[in-house]
């Protein structure tokens, strides 16, 4: 199987930075897209952003300008960083994969979260 391990959150004042890591390891014969979400307390999981297996990006409207994914194909690691960050940033952030394992086909997976909370 395929496992997702984040780190990088934390409390931070709004206006600044944050830059967050995850790493997929395991049996992993192969991973097409990476990205982030996120849920905020009360509400539904959202889309951050995603990287395609070809460097293709889709930012949230509420993420452009502020934050910027990039991927390490090599260490099949995906970086979030960012910038300019609001109140409304505050959440629970979760790196997202969709990887074939040697032993299956292309499914979705999952980090186990990292809190980020953004004081005024």
Known sequence: ?????ESGGGL???G???RLS????????SINSMGWYRQAPGKQREVVVVISSGGNTNYA???KGR???SRDYAKNTVYLQMNSLKP??????YCNCVA???SGSYRDYWGQGTQVTVSS
């Open 12 to 14: 931070v004042q709004a």
């Open 1 to 5: 199987q395929v496992q997702l391990v």
């Open 22 to 29: 995850c790493a997929a390891s395991g049996s992993i014969f």
């Open 61 to 63: 409207d509420s993420a």
């Open 67 to 69: 934050f910027t994914i």
């Open 16 to 18: 600044g930075s944050l």
């Open 88 to 93: 409304e940033d505050t959440a629970v952030y």
């Open 100 to 102: 074939a394992a040697y």
